[in-house]
Antibody
Framework: QVQLVESGGGVVQPGGSLRLSCAAS????????MHWVRQAPGKGLEWVAF????????YYADSVKGRFTISRDNSKNTLYLQMNSLRAEDTAVYYC???????????????WGKGTTVTVSS | AIQLTQSPSSLSASVGDRVTITCRAS??????LAWYQQKPGKAPKLLIY???SLESGVPSRFSGSGSGTDFTLTISSLQPEDFATYYC?????????FGPGTKVDIK
């Protein structure tokens, strides 16, 4: 079955770095764009970043631009999020999510992982 | 950037009630709107895309309508498993935006 499994979350000090991974299975990973979406404690959903199926284009929310980098390794069916210069406000559950269709960009997200928790605190 | 607002922010309803949630975009977005359901401690689940298309496996009591700036999600007969938070989402120029959410709880 289609599955996304995030890992790499943890506790990090302000200014620190962390790399999240998302392992995909059950579908042709290299055909779909992928997202990272986060949710701060008790808050709503916030889109973080999107990468096209082939890694050719990457897009970021203003809140993370210049600090976070989305990437993928299609040979390993894995999505990444490199997070640098972390701030307290980056504390959240981070979800990876699959684009709703293959080919032209699909804006909706049809499969989500269970999430990994990032806590930025001294 | 296009902003999404949802109303109400929360509502209390009983099993069997008809529930309607509204999502409004600050600019026209054609029909490019999706709805998600999220239960506490769980990942969001896609319910509706393209404003009115039901995702595979989602019960038919869920429906969506609207275009342009005004959209609605309707649950025709609320079931116990439908108590959750609902989010709308849109996309414009590769910026993806979620609404603030509507929490549906038990009256």
């Amino acid at each position: 079955q289609v599955q996304l499994v995030e890992s790499g979350g943890g506790v990090v000090q302000p200014g620190g770095s962390l790399r999240l991974s998302c392992a995909a299975s059950g579908f042709t990973f290299s055909s779909y764009g992928m997202h990272w979406v986060r949710q701060a404690p008790g808050k709503g959903l916030e889109w973080v970043a999107f990468i096209r199926y082939d890694g050719s284009n990457k897009y970021y929310a203003d809140s993370v631009k210049g600090r976070f980098t989305i990437s993928r390794d299609n040979s390993k069916n894995t999505l990444y999020l490199q997070m640098n210069s972390l701030r307290a406000e980056d504390t959240a559950v981070y979800y990876c999510a699959k684009e709703g269709g293959a080919g032209p960009p699909y804006y909706y997200m049809d499969v989500w992982g269970k999430g990994t928790t990032v806590t930025v605190s001294s | 950037a296009i902003q999404l607002t949802q109303s109400p922010s929360s509502l209390s309803a009983s099993v069997g009630d008809r529930v309607t949630i509204t999502c409004r975009a600050s600019q026209g977005i054609s029909s490019a709107l999706a709805w998600y359901q999220q239960k506490p401690g769980k990942a969001p689940k896609l319910l509706i895309y393209d404003a009115s298309s039901l995702e595979s496996g989602v019960p038919s009591r869920f429906s969506g309508s609207g275009s342009g700036t005004d959209f609605t999600l309707t649950i025709s007969s609320l079931q116990p498993e439908d108590f959750a938070t609902y989010y709308c989402q849109q996309f414009n120029n590769y910026l993806f935006t979620f609404g603030p959410g509507t929490k549906v709880d038990i009256k």
